[in-house]
């Protein structure tokens, strides 16, 4: 199971691009990484996922370095609307193996300030 | 698509009773998870069943706790009886095959 680490906190500011990046050290060949956002009061809500090099959709991209032991989630220009919980996760895109796309840590608390 | 359902928003209890949490999955869905959260131990998976057969149940923190799946739509997390340390915000997600998880608003749940 690729264990992740991300920062606790982040504070931002409206218009600023924000990086938020997560190591994984021991990511398996088989697996994917995956990023939540989660709203107060809400469930969490999928964002984006990658295997390697660059994944862009219309809320953020995901940069994954060759050796894949980082990725880094980069939301342009925030807005306050952005404040929320960001969670990492890597596994295998099937429930049956690692389960690690199934385990959420404590996440990244973001907080954008006007 | 309305979503995860799930009821109620909200339950108050007291402890010792009976708590049934109820989830509607995304239709079409064949993965359907429970998760619980708190401020100290985060987000942390029940478990999870995969055509309505639980596949994986270590996570249920012990015999007071049950899911149950009886068919596609529809599924239940039961405690009985109820104690304080269960007050959480609990969730139920779904999904497709490999997709990634569809949450649910969650029902916070508070035992006194």
């Known amino acids: 199971l690729a264990k992740t680490t991300q920062p606790i906190s982040m504070d931002s500011y409206e218009g600023q691009e924000v990086n938020i990046t997560c190591s994984h050290n021991?990511?398996?060949?088989?697996?994917?990484i995956t990023w939540y956002q989660q709203f107060p009061s809400q469930g969490p809500r999928f964002i984006i996922q990658g295997y390697k090099t660059k994944v862009t959709n219309e809320v953020a991209s995901l940069f994954i370095p060759a050796d894949r032991k980082s990725s880094t989630l980069s939301l342009p220009r925030v807005s306050l609307s952005d404040t929320a919980v960001y969670y990492c996760?890597?596994?295998?895109?099937?429930?049956?193996?690692?389960?690690?796309?199934?385990?959420f840590g404590k996440g990244t608390k973001l907080s954008v300030k006007p | 698509d309305a979503g995860v359902i799930q009821s109620p928003r909200h339950e108050v209890t007291e402890m010792g009773q009976e708590v049934t949490l109820r989830c509607k999955p995304i239709s079409g869905h064949d993965y359907l998870f429970w998760y619980r959260q708190t401020m100290m131990r985060g987000l942390e998976l029940l478990i999870y069943f995969n055509n309505n057969v639980p596949i994986d149940d270590s996570g249920m923190p012990e015999d007071r706790f049950s899911a149950k799946m009886p068919n596609a739509s529809f599924s239940t997390l039961k405690i009985q009886p109820s104690e304080p340390r269960d007050s959480a915000v609990y969730f139920c997600a779904s999904s497709f095959s490999m997709s990634p998880l569809h949450f649910g608003n969650g029902t916070r749940l508070t035992v006194t």
């Open positions: 021991n990511i398996a060949t088989n697996d994917y």
């Open positions: 996760l890597v596994g295998d895109r099937g429930y049956g193996g690692s389960q690690g796309n199934l385990i």
